[in-house]
């Protein structure tokens, strides 16, 4: 080959490999380098290999004239036009696929192959990995623009493979891909990575990020896993498990595994020995289905090679790098290995001066739901996609309804106005291209193509938290902008009221000063949905479709009680990793006991009650034999939360506390469950709700740490109406002399002794002149919905500079 003259030109190994030669064998290649030399001895594993290199493939391209025919056959070429896009295209991988390497290159490559094969037996199962000389660049993401072959076994399969790689360079989505990023077709190159396969064919393997892909939070791992080789849950053909590790905690050693959640994992790619393809999917078996694929232990090791590959990466930058990655598990081994790794490049360049929130303003009938992508909206007419063959039938503006993607729908996807999968998890094919174009997407639908038809109306609703819904109609919606940058904080706290643990990594962006009310009514209600009672005594439950209900809910627990635990801790922990080190209050659950019996097999333990408002309620449940083993669980979990995950800026406060007694009685059984007040930095609080508790505030205040008041509550008893009743609905009012009066009470008491107090309500959102009372009593924080966050802040700010003056 005259353009090179030594095999170092040709190919170079791993170890001989870093970040500063993408120019020479493009960024995944050189990453994979990069982290195989300096990270393996960090104990993150990569499998060994070589990169052919980029002056390999220009020689390769000039000796053979291909460079000239190549040029020639773009020089026309329209990429808005589908069918031009695919002609030339294919005319370009064709001449490529079907023109032989010089035999330099190929002595080169078959070398390095049985080099590779020594000591492992011949010939070695390799993955062929296409690095384009542009990938990872800071505002352009080739991530899956070229192709990759598994299972590739000897040397012609192995040359065949790399020309494959080459040819890829010109596929339709690459082509299109580089003429909107304004890159020149003969500027980029080409280099080959060729590495050992992990057998995860038999093992599980999957995605990784180093922040939240939806939200761009930088303190958590997102990590996705399926059953078998990788390409599936890359290519979105498969629901996988999601799992979401807090950074800064599992630095100190704690297990801070936030959210699990099983995805469906219907097929799994395995190796096709003897079938004519490298690789085939087959179905899962049911019972593996409902199974995480990896254990608790892999995730925690999955999430510190993340943090240690982003920190490297970070400091050779000089600035935060989260970076996309792909690991396998081996199933002979069962070693984990990270297989490639790359800078993110959508969240991550994301400015963070101004926040945008996009409003429903009307409701619609919901079609279906899946995994929202981004926190956008989007309407238009819907456009129902087979295949591949239909892609020129797509117009501008529609929503597109498909299976799944790949990237050769890339052209079309930027058309749309929104994008709804059956399949695929949020680090999918079609989540990524979604977030780079800005598009609201929802993934694994499982239903959608069935549901939704050509042109239909639809409105597609990412900004509802963590699950999209497809509605009926083109429903009006606003998107509001907020700049961050100059937004003075009062000195009165401004806390948020938070319950849905799937908003609060977008809501921590909100400018906070933590939580001041975690409800966990609502993580009890919609992601546990089962009477905790109904775990503990399953046995004697009489009620035939509770119990149906519950063995599906609790697939994969043989400690029912235990499925309590686990999924209330993840709720909280969510919440709380989200604000972290700031104090997050978590208030233990007040249901009445008309709203416990409507949790599944609720009815059977639950009385039946005149009045639930001041019944069976809040702190005279936890302490009482009907419910107090129930209220072991709540412990379990916040002690979970606390000591296992780390999250020790958790509070817990105690609901409905009638007297001081009961008070006591609530943290003996508190402390019995391994929540003692003070261990570990531990404080409890007390809702103040009830005219008692503010009568005997002080008395209150020597049990506590501090006091929250409720508004709804501490209204209604203090004015004799029941605040469910229309009728004397006109009667309630929290700006009432009486309230008031009461309210003030209240924190001079709390000042007296030295505790904390605060208000959760949106009382001080809707009168400014309630905000301004509270602001004069010298209230400590104001909690409110994180809608109202931000304009109460500004008019609290506004407030406090009036009275200093």
């Not at 590739?152 to 596929?171: H, I, M, N, P, Y």
């Not at 009728?727 to 000042?751: C, G, L, Y």
Request: proline share 4%; aromatic share 8%; with cysteine.
């Amino acid at each position: 080959m005259s353009a090179v003259t030594t095999a170092v030109d040709l190919v170079r190994w791993f170890d001989q490999i870093g970040i500063d030669d993408v120019p020479s064998v493009g960024g995944k290649n050189a990453s994979l380098g990069e982290m195989y030399r300096e990270l393996t001895r960090d104990g993150v594993r990569i499998p060994n290999g070589f990169a052919t290199t980029a002056a390999a493939y220009r020689s390769f391209l000039e000796e053979s004239g291909l460079d000239e025919k190549i040029s020639q056959i773009l020089s026309d070429l329209d990429s808005g036009d589908i069918a031009n896009l695919r002609q030339r295209g294919r005319q370009v991988r064709h001449l490529i696929v079907e023109t032989e390497f010089p035999d330099e290159f190929k002595n080169a490559i078959c070398k390095a192959y049985r080099q590779l094969s020594q000591g492992r037996g011949e010939p070695i199962d390799v993955a062929v990995r296409s690095s384009a000389t542009a990938e990872d660049l800071p505002d352009a993401s080739f991530a899956g623009q070229q192709e990759t072959y598994l299972n590739v076994q000897g040397e012609s399969s192995l040359l065949d493979a790399c020309r494959r790689c080459f040819a890829s360079l010109f596929t339709d989505r690459a082509i299109s891909y580089r003429v909107d990023k304004g890159f020149d077709h003969t500027k980029i190159a080409l280099s080959v990575g060729v590495q050992v396969m992990v057998r995860s064919d038999i093992g599980t393997s999957g995605v990784m990020f180093s922040l939240d892909t939806e939200s761009g939070f930088r303190d958590a791992v997102l990590i996705n896993a399926a059953y078998g080789l990788g390409e599936n849950v890359v290519q979105g053909a498969v629901n996988p498990d999601e799992y979401y590790v807090f950074k800064p905690t599992l630095r100190s050693g704690s297990r801070p595994i936030l959210k699990k959640s099983v995805g469906s994992k219907e097929i799994k790619m395995v190796y096709d020995i003897g079938g004519g393809k490298l690789t085939k999917n087959v179905p899962v078996p049911l019972e593996d289905r409902v199974r995480f694929a990896v254990d608790d232990d892999d995730i925690l090791t999955l999430a510190t090679w993340a943090c240690q590959i982003e920190e490297h990466y970070s400091e050779k930058k000089g600035h935060p790098c989260p970076m996309d990655m792909e690991w396998a598990k081996d199933g002979i081994t069962g070693e984990l290995f990270i297989v490639q790794a790359r800078p993110e490049t959508v969240q991550s360049q994301r400015s963070k001066d101004r926040l945008e929130t996009y409003h429903l303003q009307a409701g619609g009938t919901p079609i279906l739901t899946g995994g929202a992508v981004g926190a956008r909206i989007g309407s238009g007419r819907v456009r129902v996609i087979a295949d591949a063959s239909r892609l020129a039938e797509f117009q501008e503006g529609e929503v597109l309804v498909t299976e799944k993607t790949d990237p050769d729908w890339e052209p079309i996807m930027k058309k749309a106005a929104a994008i709804v999968t059956n399949r695929g998890g949020r680090t999918c094919h079609a989540a990524i291209v979604s977030r780079e174009l800005g598009l609201p997407a929802i993934v694994g639908t499982l239903r959608g193509t069935d549901l939704l038809h050509d042109g239909q109306e639809v409105t597609v609703s990412c900004a509802e938290g963590d699950s999209g819904v497809v509605y009926e109609g083109l429903l009006p919606f606003e998107v509001e902008e907020t700049q961050l940058n100059n937004l003075q904080r009062p000195k009165t706290k401004m806390m948020m009221i938070l319950a849905n643990p799937d908003e609060a990594f977008s809501m921590s962006f909100i400018p906070n000063d933590g939580v001041g009310l975690a409800r966990m009514e609502f993580i009890i209600n919609n992601h546990i949905k089962v009477h905790p009672l109904a775990l503990l005594k399953f046995d004697e439950l009489t009620d035939v479709a509770a119990r149906t209900e519950i063995e599906r809910l609790t697939a994969g627990y043989s400690d029912k009680p235990q499925y309590f635990v686990d999924r209330l801790a993840e709720g909280v922990g969510m919440i709380a990793a989200a604000f972290y080190p700031k104090d997050v209050i978590v208030r233990m659950s007040d249901f009445k006991t008309n709203e416990y019996a409507n949790l599944v097999g609720g009815r059977q333990f639950e009385p039946t009650e005149e009045n639930p408002m001041l019944g069976f309620r809040g702190a005279s449940r936890y302490y009482d034999e009907r419910y107090r083993e129930a209220f072991s669980l709540e412990c379990r979990a916040m002690k979970k939360v606390r000591d296992e995950m780390g999250l020790t800026n958790v509070k817990l406060m105690i609901p409905f506390c009638r007297t001081v007694d009961e008070g006591k009685r609530v943290q003996e059984v508190m402390t019995q469950h391994g929540l003692t007040r003070g261990e570990n930095g531990l404080e409890i609080y007390v809702m103040c709700e009830i005219p008692s508790n503010v009568i005997q505030a002080e008395a209150f205040a020597e049990i506590f740490d501090g006091f929250s008041i409720g508004s709804n509550d501490l209204t209604q008893l203090t004015l004799g109406v029941d605040r469910d009743s229309e009728i004397v609905a006109h009667i309630f009012n929290e700006r009432d002399p009486a309230v008031m009066a009461t309210i003030q009470s209240a924190i001079a008491s709390a000042k007296k002794t030295g505790r904390k107090i605060g208000i959760c309500g949106q009382g001080p959102s809707d009168y400014p002149e309630f905000a301004e009372f509270l602001v004069e009593q010298g209230i400590d924080s104001i909690s409110l919905n994180p809608d109202a966050v931000l304009k109460t802040t500004v008019r609290i700010g506004e407030m406090e500079k009036r009275l200093a003056n």
